[in-house]
């Protein structure tokens, strides 16, 4: 395994991406900046609904119809604009530059074939000269998430666990070495304790080989253990990013605030977890206009009903909200008075 590139940035910029419906184009990611700082792991949460997955086929040019990437860029340092890509280079990009575990992945195996000789399929439309190599290191891949790798690439895919599938599938997101690391819930078919232990291996492979990961969940608590940083997603779009611990700890928008209240293992006191009230959105309620999270929100306000709240930056964290702004602007009057 040679690892001689560093890590490369990633700039997603303004990107929107809408799905056909009967009512119409409607966006299920809109106006989303984020920017994966090299060597660090990006973790994007957010309930079922908020556009993460389609967020993560982004980074791949990969929305399928009826979905559309409508505007924006994805830029890769080394690579351009992955939304300018197609054909050849769009397919060479993918896996060899983009590694990537897409939701289900455990079930998107080729049933006719081995774990091996799908192995071998990929190293060849990746031209990698080296097959054997390759099989060595995808072993040693799987051993580390506790697999016997010789007798794993020796099964077909209904010989294999869930959870057997799903390691399987960050194996081959990771054995072509590619620099840019997304992986879409990799750890849900596993329990709690499998689960922490496959995050802490993708934790030492990303330090190993220096990569920029991005990790979609919907599970906060699993994502605290091995991210950097933290985007949370609600409605499309960002409403929040910034350092994990600090998200976490004093989280400022009212979403991630339910988010975090809502679990027992953040919020610290099993007595005071609640659910966070409502639903999320869907594409044919969210509001045309002002802010998607108003319906759910303690702190609404009249200008939430009509204006879309920007996203403001300030000592490295990022917030979208009205409320907080406006809390941020008499604070600031209070010190100056
Ligand atoms: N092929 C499709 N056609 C129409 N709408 C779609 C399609 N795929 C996703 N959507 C809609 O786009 C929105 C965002 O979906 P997406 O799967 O990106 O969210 P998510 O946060 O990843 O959710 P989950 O955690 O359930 O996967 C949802 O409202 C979803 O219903």
Excluded: W
């Excluded at 992955?82 to 455990?106: C, K, N, P």
């Excluded at 666990?161 to 596993?190: F, H, W, Y």
């Amino acid at each position: 395994m040679t690892s001689t590139t560093h890590a490369p940035g990633v700039r997603i910029r303004d990107l929107t991406v809408v799905y056909r419906t009967p009512a119409g184009e409607l966006p299920a990611v809109r106006g989303v900046d984020l920017e994966l700082v090299p060597g660090t792991i990006t973790g994007v949460v957010g309930e079922s609904g908020s556009g993460k997955s389609t967020l993560a086929l982004s980074l791949l040019n990969a929305v399928q119809p009826p979905g559309r990437i409508a505007a924006g860029a994805v830029e890769i340092d080394g690579l351009g604009d992955v939304l300018t890509l197609g054909g050849e280079d769009l397919r060479r990009t993918r896996g060899r530059q983009v590694g990537y575990v897409f939701q289900a992945a455990q079930n998107s195996l080729n049933p006719l074939k081995t774990i091996g000789k799908q192995l071998l399929d990929l190293g060849r439309s990746h031209d990698v000269a080296d097959p054997r190599a390759l099989v060595r290191d995808a072993k040693v891949l799987l051993a580390r998430m506790g697999l016997d790798g010789g007798r794993v690439l020796d099964s077909y895919q209904h010989e294999l666990s869930g959870g057997m599938r799903q390691r399987v599938g960050i194996m081959l997101a990771l054995v072509l070495n590619a620099k840019v690391v997304v992986l879409d819930e990799p750890t849900t078919a596993l329990d709690m304790i499998t689960q922490a232990t496959i995050l802490r291996i993708i934790r030492e492979v990303h330090e190993e080989r220096e990569l920029t990961t991005l990790v979609i969940t919907h599970d906060v608590g699993a994502i605290a253990e091995v991210a950097d940083g933290l985007a949370v997603m609600y409605g499309g779009r960002i409403v929040e990013h910034g350092p994990v611990r600090k998200v976490l700890a004093t989280p400022r928008h009212p979403y991630t605030q339910g988010l975090i209240r809502a679990i027992p293992r953040l919020s610290g006191d099993i007595s005071l977890a609640r659910a966070l009230p409502g639903r999320p959105p869907t594409l044919g309620t969210l509001p045309a206009q002002g802010c998607v999270f108003r319906e759910r929100c303690e702190r609404r306000l009249a200008v939430c009903d009509t204006d879309d709240p920007v996203v403001i930056t300030r000592n490295g964290r990022s917030v979208a909200c009205h409320a907080v702004e406006r809390a941020a602007a008499v604070a600031m009057r209070k010190e100056y008075a």
